[in-house]
């Protein structure tokens, strides 16, 4: 089968949905003689930072001379980018034979009533994929949660990773801090070390007593002394951010990341912690293989510039917790920026317009291309009720073409809200020819 076909038939054969549970996945894998015990994986969880710190250890391994399977979502542009080999997307040819392989057990799930999730069958998808590629480690992104998560189906994991925690998908996770870390920390497995960024000391506490119950080791990193791994000191530029961290109270390393936002700090410590992690495991990982991976790190739409004058920025920021973390970059400097917003009905709408209504010097509202997205002249009301005029427009272009031009030469443009926003956002900035882009 072709390409195409096998794709057309994947999406026919499940449902977009969030179905949480298991026991789709887990058959979908035995169907497959379980490739997923043929890949040791790293498994990442959390409220934001999951895919930068995925993109991170992605880039370490590939520079060490590892065969590396990573697995994220959403995508951007391509379903493919998805499934990674290498930091480069599945080809059409090793999608097409995983696929073809996985159809059957998708059409017995669908003639028994419990169709695969479309999420779920990914999930699998790059299970096979990663095996026929013969990967030396897989990282793996779950989707939502963690216990319930397909990618906790995944039968071999040697390092569990929990970014932190915010109120998110509280109808299935719950509405508390609490009841949310405690459906994520379930991914930790008896023996498999546990790493964290998470700071609160209450999620703290949980975590550790979790970690007695199920007997796993647990290490953090932060910004203080007591954690495995400390960040002592770290610096904007204009290539990225530059950090000194502290492994264990004495070893210090230095590096550097082409990636722009506080936010990040933080997410490049996690990875360090981890790769740290993994040497015991047998991975062989210098420093100078650290500090080159992290340069060539690559991960677009995350606080990603793509224009000098005006200066534009695409981030994919889609809950309050995010958006608060993105525009500190401006609310610290006392700036405000100009803002093309889209975001997706299930997210805590009001939230988020709260935040960016903090930073907002002029609002422009568009519905992302998604089956969920919120009607541009809806997401607007939601501005007016913090107080923020926003004009709903009818797509990227004109929404951003107004931003540019409101912003000049010296103002800022952010287009956030949604990772779904940032495909079109770069079409749509293709077509304005006044800009002199670059990383597009």
């Known amino acids: 089968m072709t390409y195409a076909r096998v794709r057309a038939a994947l999406h026919k054969l499940t449902i977009r949905a969030v179905w949480p549970g298991l026991a789709r996945t887990r058959k979908l894998l035995t169907h497959l003689g379980h490739p997923d015990a043929a890949c040791p994986a790293v498994q990442i969880t959390g409220t934001n930072g999951k895919g930068s710190v995925a993109a991170l250890l992605s880039a370490v391994l590939t520079q060490t001379g590892y065969r590396v399977g990573c697995f994220t979502s959403p995508h951007l542009w391509d379903e493919r980018e998805r499934i990674t080999l290498n930091g480069i997307k599945v080809s059409r040819k090793?999608?097409?034979?995983?696929?073809?392989?996985?159809?059957?057990?998708?059409?017995?799930?669908?003639?028994?009533?419990?169709?695969?999730?479309?999420?779920?069958?990914?999930?699998?998808?790059?299970?096979?994929?990663?095996?026929q590629a013969g990967v030396d480690?897989?990282?793996v992104e779950a989707g939502m949660g963690g216990r319930l998560d397909a990618t906790s189906a995944w039968k071999r994991v040697i390092l569990s990773i929990l970014t932190n925690v915010s109120l998110e998908h509280t109808r299935e996770l719950g509405t508390s801090l609490s009841a949310i870390c405690g459906e994520k920390i379930a991914i930790a497995r008896?023996?498999?070390?546990?790493?964290?960024?998470?700071?609160?000391?209450?999620l703290r506490a949980l975590m550790r007593d979790q970690a007695r119950g199920k007997m796993f080791p647990i290490k953090f990193a932060g910004m203080n002394s007591n954690n495995a791994i400390q960040v002592k000191a770290w610096r904007r530029t204009s290539a990225g951010l530059q950090m000194e961290l502290i492994v264990k109270r004495r070893d210090l390393i230095k590096i550097q990341i082409p990636w722009h936002g506080e936010f990040q700090v933080l997410n490049a410590a996690l990875a360090v912690l981890a790769i740290r992690n993994l040497q015991p495991a047998g991975y062989q990982i210098s420093g100078k293989d650290i500090r080159q991976g992290f340069k060539s790190a690559h991960w677009p739409g995350r606080m990603e510039m793509v224009s000098q004058k005006p200066k534009i920025y695409l981030d994919g920021a889609h809950n309050p917790t995010a958006v608060h973390a993105l525009l500190r970059e401006w609310n610290s400097r006392s700036k405000k920026v100009y803002l093309v917003v889209g975001i997706v009905r299930d997210k805590d709408v009001s939230g988020m317009c709260r935040e960016f209504a903090r930073a907002a010097k002029a609002v422009w509202t568009v519905a992302p291309p998604d089956p969920r997205a919120l009607p541009a002249k809806e997401l607007a009301k939601h501005f007016q009720a913090w107080g923020v005029k926003a004009e709903p427009q009818a797509g990227f272009r004109p929404a951003l073409q107004k931003a540019v031009q409101a912003a000049g030469t010296r103002g800022t443009v952010l287009v956030a809200g949604s990772l779904y926003n940032i495909a079109p956002a770069r079409r749509a900035l293709g077509r304005l020819k006044s800009l002199n882009l670059i990383n597009l």
Do not use: Y
């Not at 073809?100 to 999930?123: D, H, I, N, S, Y």
């Open 137 to 139: 480690l897989a990282v």
């Open 190 to 202: 008896k023996g498999v070390p546990l790493l964290s960024a998470e700071a609160r000391p209450g």
């Open 94 to 131: 090793a999608f097409a034979a995983a696929g073809q392989r996985l159809l059957p057990g998708l059409k017995v799930l669908q003639q028994a009533g419990t169709p695969a999730t479309t999420f779920e069958a990914w999930t699998v998808l790059a299970a096979e994929v990663f095996r």
